[in-house]
């Protein structure tokens, strides 16, 4: 009699999102994920590793990566009851409050969804059954390992409907009783990396991330282990283009007395070369790296001096080369020195583009924009088109200095598409007997925060006439 044979197979569970979290993935201002939904890049992380894997580091309140508002009712794979988030990362300051993974807090209508925060120096996973107000429907559990600065950890937090539990480097440090049911969806909460906000207070991450993964079923540390392990990663490849064009046309930053730097943007990486003079007949060539976003500073320069410029750019496909365009360096102490002041340019490329006409005409020296610039800082197209787009011919002879408001999203494409003294959201610009010092008020602003103090400190130093503190919400 023979025996029967009998095989039996290990189903394996996919992730419905998994983010490798690294440079590499990164485009036009979007973390394109391995599954699942795109993230949104805020501010400007910065590549480091991991536990020799490739990460990016938080510095900065307000670096973040986030789901848009607008895409969170178009991904339906939200977990509802069993649920497993996986989190690699290291922690810059584990003593501070932050959020490291989770939904979007709405204090009005209580902790709606999940989050994953560090409180004194702890991790705390808090999941919500039900939406009503106050505590009831939340379940927290909070880790026994008490987090050390720079160390890389692992996170995996889990729900199966009836508990939930908190798992830290693989080991179950916390749980707690959640028998109440699928998990509080407001609506508007979406995946946020790096963040989460209860009102108008940012609980934002500064520390590294390698790789964060979401299943709709309850796993063991090992389980996530397995499915990760043979997760394909497509490596991302820039999109062949028939001809080399600029997206954006030259224009000009942060003119100081001696320096000046110049910016513009290709359809795909090509070479970086401007030539500079003060006349069309006397430029030499000046070059850089190449790139798709091209900054070229300008240095050596005379001051209160206009400059003639044109930009080229080449690869394989074709050469792109612009208009002759100009701007004036900084004026000495003593002369006088004209600007332009604007603010809130969003969703009216058609409006601008007359308000800039109307300020080339008085002819400023540079031009300062007081926030707002375009309606969702998030969409490439906006930068493109209705903002850099409707303010020609302005911005190819007069300098533009940036201030970030709401609208702008702290979004990495306006790191990207701007230059100013790092952290860039604040900054400090002088002309003649002028200073300027522009603030973030979508950054902590409070007495003690790092801007406050910076802007005292820097008041307090400057010689200058005439002091204007340019930011986005009114002080009053």
């Known amino acids: 009699m023979l025996a029967a044979l009998v095989s039996f197979s290990i189903v394996i569970p996919s992730p419905v999102a998994f983010w490798k979290i690294d440079e590499s993935r990164i485009r036009e201002g979007v973390l394109y994920s391995v599954v699942g939904p795109n993230l949104m890049v805020s501010g400007f992380p910065e590549p480091t590793q991991l536990n020799r894997d490739s990460a990016l580091k938080l510095k900065n309140r307000g670096d973040e990566l986030t789901m848009w508002w607008e895409h969170r009712q178009r991904w339906p794979q ?11 990362f290291s922690v810059i300051q584990p003593k501070e409050t932050q959020g490291l993974v989770g939904c979007v807090f709405e204090p009005d209508e209580g902790l709606t969804g ?12 808090s999941l919500a059954n039900h939406g009503s107000k106050g505590t009831s429907g939340i379940a927290v559990a909070t880790s026994k390992t008490i987090l050390q600065p720079n160390e890389p950890h692992r996170i995996d937090a889990t729900y199966d409907g009836s508990k939930i539990e908190l798992y830290v480097d693989a080991k179950l440090e916390g749980s707690a009783p959640a028998a109440l049911g699928e998990i509080s969806y407001n609506g508007r909460s979406g995946i946020c990396l790096g963040n989460w906000w209860e009102g108008p207070r940012s609980m934002g991450f500064r520390g590294s991330f390698s790789s964060v993964a979401i299943f709709d079923q309850k796993l063991s540390p090992q389980e996530v282990d397995a499915s990760l392990a043979i997760a394909k990663i497509t490596p ?14 030259p224009y000009f930053q942060y003119p100081t007395l001696n320096e000046a730097t110049v910016m513009w943007e290709t359809n795909a990486t090509s070479t970086t ?8 007949a006397t430029a030499t060539e000046v070059t850089g790296d190449q790139g798709q976003v091209h900054t070229l500073t300008l240095r050596n320069l005379k001051p209160e001096t206009v400059y003639y410029v044109q930009a080229e750019s080449t690869n394989k496909t074709g050469k792109y080369t612009s208009s002759w365009q100009s701007f004036r360096t900084a ?6 020195v004209k ?26 020296d540079f031009a300062l924009i007081v926030g707002d610039l375009v309606g969702c800082g998030w969409i490439k197209d906006q930068w493109t088109n209705d903002f850099f787009g409707s303010m020609r011919p302005l911005l190819s002879y007069v300098p533009l200095l940036p201030v970030l408001g709401n609208h702008d999203r702290n979004a990495r494409l306006y790191y990207d598409h701007f230059f100013a003294p790092a952290p860039k959201y604040y900054y400090t610009y002088s002309s003649g007997d002028l200073q300027i010092w522009v603030i973030d008020t979508e950054h902590d602003v409070q007495p003690g925060s790092e801007q406050f103090v ?23």
């Not at 070369?273 to 069309?280: M, Q, T």
């Not at 910076?454 to 009053?476: D, F, G």
């Open 78 to 88: 939200m977990p509802k009851k069993d649920f497993t988030v996986s989190c690699n």
């Open 114 to 125: 999940w989050k994953v925060e560090i409180k004194e120096g702890r991790l705390i996973f």
């Open 236 to 249: 991302l490849v820039e999109q062949p283009q028939n001809t080399l064009s600029a997206t954006i046309e």
């Open 273 to 280: 070369k401007v030539k500079l003079g003060e006349s069309v």
């Open 331 to 336: 004026s000495r102490p003593g002369s006088p």
């Open 339 to 364: 600007f332009a002041v604007v603010g809130d340019t969003q969703d009216h490329p058609d409006v601008n583009h007359k308000i800039a006409a109307g300020m080339l005409a008085a002819q400023p």
């Open 454 to 476: 910076w802007l005292e400190k820097s008041l307090k130093a400057s010689k200058a006439k005439w002091k204007i503190v340019a930011h986005h919400y009114p002080p009053y």
